[in-house]
Structure formats: structure tokens, C-alpha cells
């Protein structure tokens, strides 16, 4: 189970359900922060995973920042060679289709 520090904390308590042989702990929020490898304790795969997950996540929201930035760069080309920018075209589609429509009813 998994106990979260307060947001104004710098570290992340953890603790096992078997108390045994199994110590509570800390762990460093930042996922820079290198994995203690000189003492064997569970902590540390519990650490490893969340520096895992982290970088995981990491490298996802980057990969969308960067197709955003493509999207938006394809859409400024666009628009620069005499083409609407999409949202503009659609209002334009939507305003064209109003009076027919107001006809038709």
C-alpha cells in the first residue's frame, strides 16, 4: 500500500502491507534521484517502478507536445499557401449551410 506525502513534502512515504521484515520508508519525489543500489531493500523496486512510470509518462507527453507543434506547423503552412486555416472554413461551411437549412424547415 502506498501512502503519499503532502504535497509540500519532498519525498514520498511508502510502506508494505507485511510490516515484517518489510520497513517503511522514504523516497525522493524527483525521479533524477539515482536508486540507492548499495542497500537491498524492496524500496528500491518500488523506487526503480516509479522512476519508470515517470519517464514513461515523460517521454508520452512529449511525444504530443511535438505532433502538436507538427499539427500546428502544417496548419500555419496551409493557411500561408491561400488555403483557410480549418476553424475559419468550418464557421464559413456552417454559415453556408444556415439559409438553406432556415429554408428548408
Not at 519525498?11 to 534521484?33: C, F, K, M, W
Not at 505532433?67 to 502544417?74: A, G, M, N
Amino acid at each position: 500500500w502506498w501512502r503519499w506525502g503532502t504535497r509540500d513534502e519532498a519525498s514520498l512515504h511508502v510502506s508494505n502491507v507485511d510490516h515484517e521484515g518489510h520497513a517503511a520508508g522514504t523516497l525522493p519525489i524527483d525521479p533524477r534521484e539515482p536508486v540507492d543500489v548499495d542497500s537491498h531493500s524492496w524500496r528500491n523496486y518500488v523506487h526503480a517502478a516509479y522512476k519508470g512510470v515517470f519517464l514513461h509518462y515523460w517521454r508520452r507527453q512529449q511525444k504530443q507536445r511535438q505532433e502538436k507543434q507538427q499539427q500546428q506547423k502544417e496548419q500555419a503552412a496551409g493557411a500561408g499557401a491561400g488555403e483557410e486555416p480549418p476553424a475559419k472554413k468550418a464557421k464559413a461551411d456552417d454559415e453556408a449551410s444556415a439559409p438553406a437549412a432556415a429554408a428548408a424547415a
